[in-house]
């Protein structure tokens, strides 16, 4: 009798055995639906000009340059001006890249972040001509709507849906404002540690923790009759 218990034992294991197979642990989506962050240059071409670095009409396209720069570019900032033949030419150039140095300076890009250079000319880079260039982090989102396996029956494997945390993923990845967080932390900034202590003890005694005089109201009419 317990002989025949034993073989029923062992019959039983080897039918419950695809069953319990398919009980493993559960798959990470994220690893379906991860969003993969690279890095990507940019670039900007721009005449130099002796007297004022740059052209009126072409300080708006500098700006919008720069201000992508400082909300999520890369370092180095690579400045590269085109230079004629002969050695006077070579003085011009230098003697423009570095008014293009300084006014990106003054515009708020960090003086040790610049790479300033000279090269020969050429027909993609006229003489006098100033390129611009520095990586920024962008994202690829996955493609949703892979509706091709049935979610109501998936025997023997617990593996998530094609399409499980796509819509996740994917919004995420449209919203972040600067996808280089999704690598590493913005970096703390300069907050003076005192000031931040003495804001917390006043909130903690219930005073008031903004200095008379920074903060002013105003009664909106809209609506209003």
Known sequence: ???????????????????????????????????????????????????????????????????????????????????????EAEQVAKRRASLMADLLTAMGVDQAGLRVRTVDASDVSPEGMARLGYDIYAVRVPQCGDWSENSSFTPFRNDPL???????????????????????????????ATRGATIIGKYRSGEETVSKGTVTSTISTVGTQ
């Open 1 to 87: 009798m317990t002989s025949i218990r034993r073989r029923l034992f062992g019959f039983a294991l080897l039918l419950l055995a695809p069953i319990l197979a398919s009980c493993a642990e559960e798959g990470d989506w994220r690893a379906h639906q991860r969003l993969v962050v690279e890095k990507r240059p940019v670039a900007l071409a721009l005449p130099v000009q002796d007297d004022s670095v740059i052209k009126p009409e072409d300080m708006s396209r500098l700006q919008s340059f720069v201000d992508v720069f400082l909300q999520r570019g890369e370092a180095p900032f690579a400045v590269t001006v085109s230079k004629g033949e002969g050695e």
């Open 162 to 192: 094609p399409s499980f945390g796509c819509a996740v993923s994917r919004n995420i990845g449209l919203m972040v404002d600067n996808p280089r967080d999704l690598i590493r932390p913005h970096a703390l900034d300069g907050r003076d």
